[in-house]
C-alpha cells in the first residue's frame, strides 16, 4: 500500500514537535512525473493541508462547486505567484475542516494522490478527483466506518482467503476475479463471472457443518448465473495463532500491487465499501482448518421463491452439508 502521503504528515508532525517557530506551515513537496502536490500541517491548529497543481489552467465556477463535499473538508481554488519553486501556477486545495480527523483526512488525500498518479495521461485531473471524491460522500453518507462484528470478519477474511487461493493457483493470471467480488455491494453471490459464481460460506465449528442461507434467491440458478458453488471455509479463531484479517489484507495488497496500481486501488475501494479499516482487526487471529466445495444443481436442497406461498418472502435457512455429499466436488474445479 502506497503510503507517501501518510508518512508526509507524520514526518511533519515530528518537525513541529522539534520546531520552536510557530506559525510557519512547511510545506512537504511530492512529484511524481506530471503530478506535483504538497503537503502541510498548521503548526497551530494541527489542521491539514494538501495542493494538487492544476496543470490545464484554472477550474470554472461551475467545476469548482460541483465537486462532492462534507462537513470535514473544506476544498478550494488559488493561483499562487510563488508556491516553493513554482511560480504562477493554479492549485487546488484541500483543507482538513475537523480538528478530530486527521487520520481520516490523510486516508482521503492518499486516496486521491493514489488516483491521480494512475490516471491516464488523458483522463483529466478533475474527473479523476470527483470521482473520489464522490466515493468517499458515499461512504460517509452509509455511515462511515463501523467496525465489523466478528461474524462479520470471519466473512470477509474467508472471502479474501478464497481470492488469495485462487491467485496462488493461477500465479500468471491477472486477478481479474476481484471485478465479480460482490461480497463488499452486499450482492446475492459472493464472486462471479462469465455464467457462473462463488458463495463463500465461513463455519467456526468444524463439527457443526451447517452454512447459513440469507434469502430465498441466494442459490437460485438463473440464466446469467448458471453454476453456483458453495465454498465452505471451516475456520478456528484465536488471540495468537493463524493470521489476522489486516495481515491477509497487507498480503493480498503486495499481490495485486505486483500486477498495477489499478488492481491495488480497486481493492482498496472494495474494502472500503465492505467496512474494512486498516489497523481495527489485528486482535483476532484465524486458522483455516478445512475447505470444502459444493456445486448447486436442480437437486441441491435449496428454498426457492417461486416455491413459496406468495404472502412469504425474505426466507433465511440452515443446510446441513452432512446430507450433501453427493454434491461435493473438488477445490481445484473453481480454483482452476
Known amino acids: 500500500m502506497n503510503t507517501q502521503v501518510i508518512n508526509l504528515y507524520q514526518n511533519n508532525l515530528s518537525q513541529i514537535k522539534n520546531d520552536t517557530q510557530n506559525g510557519v506551515m512547511p510545506l512537504v513537496p511530492l512529484f511524481h512525473e506530471d503530478v506535483i502536490a504538497f503537503g502541510g500541517i498548521d503548526t497551530v491548529s494541527k489542521c491539514r493541508y494538501f495542493f494538487i497543481e492544476i496543470p490545464d489552467g484554472p477550474w470554472d465556477e461551475d467545476e469548482m462547486n460541483s465537486l462532492p463535499k462534507w462537513n470535514g473538508l473544506k476544498i478550494k481554488m488559488e493561483f499562487h505567484d510563488n508556491f516553493g519553486p513554482l511560480k504562477d501556477r493554479y492549485f487546488i486545495e484541500f483543507i482538513q475542516a475537523d480538528p478530530d480527523s486527521g487520520d481520516l483526512f ?190 448447486v444443481n436442480e437437486e441441491f436442497p435449496v428454498i426457492l421463491k417461486e416455491k413459496l406461498p406468495i404472502a412469504i418472502s425474505h426466507i433465511s435457512y440452515s443446510i446441513d452439508l452432512t446430507h450433501c455429499i453427493k454434491f461435493k466436488v473438488e477445490l481445484d474445479e473453481i480454483l482452476k
Open 106 to 295: 490523510e486516508t482521503i488525500m492518499q486516496n486521491v494522490f493514489d488516483n491521480v498518479i494512475s490516471r491516464e495521461l488523458t483522463e483529466p485531473l478533475f474527473t479523476v478527483i470527483y470521482k473520489v471524491l464522490e466515493k468517499w460522500k458515499s461512504f460517509f453518507k452509509r455511515g462511515g466506518y463501523k467496525k465489523l462484528n466478528e461474524e462479520q470478519q470471519r466473512g470477509l477474511y474467508g472471502e479474501l482467503w478464497f481470492m488469495r487461493e485462487w491467485m496462488k493457483q493461477n500465479p500468471d493470471k491477472p486477478p481479474l476475479l476481484l471485478n465479480g467480488w460482490g461480497g463488499p455491494l452486499s450482492d446475492r453471490i459472493d464472486f462471479r463471472t462469465s455464467g457462473w459464481g462463488v458463495e463463500i460460506k465461513t463455519v467456526k465449528d468444524q463439527l457443526n457443518k451447517k452454512i447459513r442461507i440469507s434469502n430465498e434467491n441466494q442459490l437460485k440458478l438463473t440464466d446469467a448465473v448458471s453454476s453456483i458453488y458453495i465454498y465452505v471455509c471451516y475456520l478456528e479463531t484465536s488471540r495468537n495463532f493463524g493470521q489476522t484479517l489486516q495481515q491477509l489484507v497487507d498480503d493480498l495488497r503486495n499481490k495485486f500491487n505486483t500486477f498495477s496500481l489499478q488492481l491495488l486501488l480497486k481493492f482498496n475501494d472494495s474494502l472500503l465499501k465492505a467496512g474494512f479499516q486498516d489497523n481495527e482487526y489485528t486482535d483476532i487471529y484465524m486458522n483455516v482448518l478445512e475447505e470444502e466445495v459444493y456445486k
